[in-house]
């Protein structure tokens, strides 16, 4: 029998607002632990939230970028568990009533485009985090507490790892666009969880599923599926039923293992947040903030290969992040050479990339000091070559190209009389090329090039070099 | 006559003639405290040295001043529900033993603002749950009127320090009756203020959406001078209203001509006290006199009020009261073993039974396959009583109705019928479940010679037109110059 992949996604994503979703506390990564709290966000007795509107407006963007339905009314609900992650011991969510609903996507695994339905995406509050590996015991850092998420929930239209990975890459890619969220994996600001079950290919019921949570990285989710799908096929090919189950993913070990069952769920009681007031949301507002979204990915890919004439291919990578297009669109604005500057972006930076571990928001190169460099390259002051390797100089030091090729003396030598003195001297000192060439072999001109270039330390244009070397030869052989 | 027995209103007029001092009021309350506290064990802690440098300032501000405002140097009790800055707010809990808020409840710091004198904390039921101020972890309070009798609750210690002269106001928070039960109870006025009023920011929650701050005061006037002062928006409290600041004391005075004060069967039903019946019937024939228009109301669906009430406010107080695990604040078991058992024995050892059983309710009400028989149908019968009181309003401006069934009764008497104990709630609890004003104002004895409160009742909003009415009565009858005779018993 034959298995296909029935898989639904929810994605955490944490919204790029200054403050916290109930307090004033801020929202940055990476601070000292339990310093950015607050009686609001520490759960103490008394305290009330009071809702961030910058959370109602990140939501309402980010649902118009991903196509949905934005809610006039919807409502926070209190979703009550006990974790020492949770200071209050309920979860402000959202449950019957959302603030976005249906929405759709269009994803592309290998040229085959697909549209993945979004069932709803609501707004709550992230948990803190717990420290095991102190000396202390179990610590509690509530910094991340507060910290506005919203919540994604596809519909299960996805059915291989490669599509759960486009339908996360292009989420990623379309909030990232329209700024609620920086969607940076490593510091969790984007978490999945995969629920996937096994089908009979062709058929429409589905199957038993498993949940899998907090996938921190597309590689995990990729590993994670292909080891579900894998465990269930084999538990189905034994004839065994699949347990409906959360479970939770090792990324070390590569394998998952069950964290609860159905029967050990948690009854989280959800109940209407009493301590805030439904949120009402007025046609013109949502209609101010869909006029301000920015151009999202699939429009600006139409429009490289519109205005600029790139290739499908070319408009697809250089749009597949903000951070990428605005660099582009930049350059262009400065030079306008779209496809050299694509060409740069796509081949030559992409290695610099991985070479440092860095990524595009975070290089010392701006778009003013490549336009540059290719100025340098078009007007033959320096080589293609050298400019690979004033790139790489940029890329260390951040220094101007300018400045590189001046300090580095790669500025190339197009001085016809220094360079005639030159090949000059060469073709003396070899008369066995010139006899070879004399006798109809053309590789000696390779040779001699190649000695004029390692005289010139490269400085030297190829192909000035290469018709005085000619010119010079001829004179030689009378 | 002492200081500490005058009121609000008349110490305000010595300050301004600078016949007295507030050192000297102060002093005569701390005198009072000194020598009736314990017997009624109103306040849980009393602060007398802050209360009297407190005092001081207050003094020399005014020295230098001509204008007073009405609560400057008027020394008051908080329940120990509000949170204080720097000082213990326990909730008469084990739970929150320890418990010294970084923060101050909003109308602390109103009070703050004022230039009260805060004397100390006052005693009240767990978390505010109960009827009676014996569910306190810490002390029982004594009725004034009878120190074999309860005060009433939630907000006992509030209403006993405003009976006994040891405050000359008090604030409690009434999420079923907590203010005006306790306030008839001890033959004070006591008002729980429209939802939405007063700030809720720093009150320690027992059921969000039906706890609402308010004043137990001495007179009719005096409970609309500290509503001067509580009123207001808070920002941080996203269910207080906004709306602009009225004067309460505004047309106080006017009285009752043409005013049409709805009388209810549904309030006059099965277990009422024959004496508590026929002081209403004499309160109504008061307004008659007073030239009110009586007219009969009637209501569909009042009989379903208090099982309504015990499954939300059972419902809310699991979840507020789910943040005491012993993890982060106040009281955690001395030995557990793991995670689940922390949470289990500070849970079990922390929390009082009445607690307890209230968080069971409301865990059961909200579980999976429950939730809609009761939660959602709670609820839903909120949305009809709601409707209810908004028909009766059609045709009354006010509703007049007994606070609680009966008299205080014995301490002890039901601390083992919690069903009962919940029945003297029956009359107050329909009032926070449709939001509205409701004021208890003393309107006589019973044979025992314990108060009888009535209860007044308005549309949203309608504080003013409660306090009008209140004051009619108040000024026709000598209803308060009836003081508790605990003085002479002491």
């Known amino acids: 029998m034959e298995y296909e992949i029935v898989i639904g996604m929810e994605i955490h994503v944490e919204l790029g607002t200054k403050s916290k979703i109930f307090c004033s506390c801020p929202t940055e990564f990476g601070a000292e632990e339990n310093t950015h709290t607050c009686p609001v966000c520490l759960g103490m007795p008394g305290v009330l939230p009071v809702l961030n509107e910058k959370v109602v407006e990140y939501a309402t963007r980010a649902g118009l970028a991903l196509g949905c339905e934005i809610a006039h009314y919807s409502k926070m609900d209190r979703k009550n568990y006990f974790y020492p992650d949770l200071p209050k011991a309920y979860q402000t969510s959202q449950f019957d009533l959302p603030i976005c609903n249906g929405g759709v996507i269009e994803i592309e695994v290998d040229g085959i485009k697909k549209d993945v339905g979004i069932t709803r995406i609501h707004i709550e509050e992230d948990a803190g985090k717990l420290l095991h590996e102190s000396v202390d015991g179990t610590l509690v850092d509530v910094n991340r507490c507060g910290v506005p998420l919203i919540e994604i929930v596809s519909e299960p239209d996805m059915s291989s790892a490669e599509e759960a990975r486009a339908f996360g890459e292009k989420v990623r890619n379309i909030l990232e666009y329209t700024g609620v969220s920086d969607c940076k994996m490593q510091e969790g600001s984007m978490r999945f969880d995969v629920n996937l079950s096994m089908r009979e290919k062709g058929a429409t019921v589905l199957g038993t599923r498993t949940e899998m949570k907090n996938l921190n990285s597309f590689r995990a989710l990729i590993r994670a599926v292909h080891y579900e799908s894998k465990r269930q096929i084999i538990e189905l090919k034994k004839g065994h039923v699949i347990t409906q189950e959360t479970r939770k993913w090792d990324d070390t070990k590569g394998t998952s293992s069950s964290l609860r069952s159905k029967e050990e769920a948690h009854d989280y009681r959800y109940f209407p947040e009493p301590d805030l007031v439904p949120i009402v949301i007025e046609a013109d507002y949502i209609a101010k903030i869909k006029a301000a979204l920015p151009e999202l990915p699939e429009a ?130 070899n008369p066995k090329s010139v006899e070879d060439i004399g006798a109809g072999s053309d590789k000696a001109y390779g040779f001699l090039t190649g000695q004029v270039m390692k005289a010139t330390k490269g400085q030297a244009n190829p192909q000035v070099a290469n018709e005085i070397i000619r010119a010079v030869v001829a004179k030689h052989l009378g | 006559m002492e200081l500490s027995q005058k009121t609000i209103h008349e110490i305000n007029e010595l300050l301004k003639k600078k016949e007295v001092t507030v050192t000297e009021v102060t002093q005569s309350v701390i005198n009072r405290i000194d020598a009736v506290e314990g017997s009624t064990d109103a306040y849980l802690r009393v602060q007398p040295e802050q209360a009297l440098a407190m005092a001081k300032i207050v003094d020399d501000k005014l020295k230098a001043r001509k204008k007073i405002s009405p609560l400057e140097g008027i020394p008051y009790g908080l329940k120990d529900n509000l949170c204080t800055k720097g000082i213990l707010t326990t909730c008469a809990s084990k739970m929150l033993y320890n418990f010294v808020p970084p923060y101050n409840a909003h109308v602390y710091n109103l009070l703050i603002e004022e230039g009260g004198i805060l004397l100390g904390k006052t005693n009240m039921d767990e978390f505010a749950m109960g009827s009676s101020t014996e569910n306190s972890a810490y002390k029982v309070t004594k009725n004034p009127w009878d120190l074999n009798k309860v005060p009433g609750g939630s907000s006992g210690g509030s209403a006993v320090a405003v009976a006994s002269d040891t405050a000359y106001y008090s604030l409690g928070s009434d999420t079923g009756g907590s203010i005006r039960q306790p306030a008839s109870f001890c033959g004070v006025v006591g008002m729980k203020p429209t939802y939405g009023l007063v700030s809720r920011y720093g009150l320690v929650a027992f059921a969000s959406s039906l706890d609402q701050i308010g004043p137990f005061t001495k007179d009719v006037e005096d409970c609309a001078l500290v509503l001067n002062a509580i009123v207001g928006h808070d920002e941080k409290d996203s269910t207080s209203l906004k709306l602009e600041k009225k004067d309460y004391t505004k047309n106080l005075k006017q009285g009752v001509k043409g005013l049409r004060i709805g009388v209810a069967q549904a309030f006059f039903g099965e277990g009422l006290q024959p004496e508590v019946r026929k002081s209403l019937e004499d309160a109504i024939a008061v307004y008659k006199i007073l030239g009110a228009e009586i007219v009969d109301v009637s209501f569909q669906y009042l009989d379903y009020a208090l099982s309504a009430y015990y499954l939300i406010s059972s419902a809310e107080a699991s979840s507020n009261l789910a943040r005491y695990d012993g993890i982060r604040y106040g009281f955690r078991a001395e030995e557990y073993d793991g995670l689940v058992d922390l949470y289990r024995k500070t849970r079990s050892q922390g929390f009082g039974e009445e607690v307890k059983r209230r968080i069971m309710l409301g865990t059961h009400a909200l579980s999976s396959g429950y939730y809609d028989a009761y939660y959602k149908k709670a609820m839903q019968v909120r949305t009809l009583i709601k409707e209810d009181f908004d028909q009766v309003f059609k045709s009354c401006d006010v509703l007049l109705t007994p606070t609680s069934p009966t008299t205080a009764f014995g301490i002890g008497e039901k601390t083992n019928n919690p069903l009962e104990m919940y029945l003297t709630d029956i009359y107050t609890v329909p009032v926070n479940i449709a939001g509205i004003p409701g004021i208890s104002i003393p309107c006589g004895l019973d044979q025992a010679g314990m108060p009888i409160g009535m209860q007044l009742l308005g549309p949203a909003l309608s504080e003013k037109a409660l306090l009008k009415a209140a004051w009619a009565f108040e000024n026709e009858t000598n209803i308060k110059n009836l003081k508790a005779p605990l003085g002479k018993e002491v």
């Open chain 1, 300 to 429: 600006k890919k139409q429009r490289y290969m519109d205005e600029y004439k790139l290739p499908e291919y070319d408009a697809g990578v250089l749009t597949a992040t903000g951070i990428l297009a605005n660099f582009f669109e930049e350059a262009v604005g400065l030079y306008n050479e779209p496809k050299q500057i694509s060409n740069w972006l796509m081949v030559e930076i992409p290695p610099l990339l991985k070479e440092k571990e860095l990524c595009m928001e975070n290089i010392s190169i701006t778009p003013l000091m490549l336009t540059e460099l290719l100025k340098l390259v078009k007007d033959d002051t320096i080589s293609g070559t050298s400019g690979k390797e004033v790139l790489k100089e940029m890329f260390s030091t951040g220094k101007n190209p300018g400045d590189i090729v001046k300090d580095k003396g790669l500025a190339q030598m197009s001085d016809t009389t220094e360079l005639e003195a030159i090949i000059e001297k060469i073709v003396a000192a």
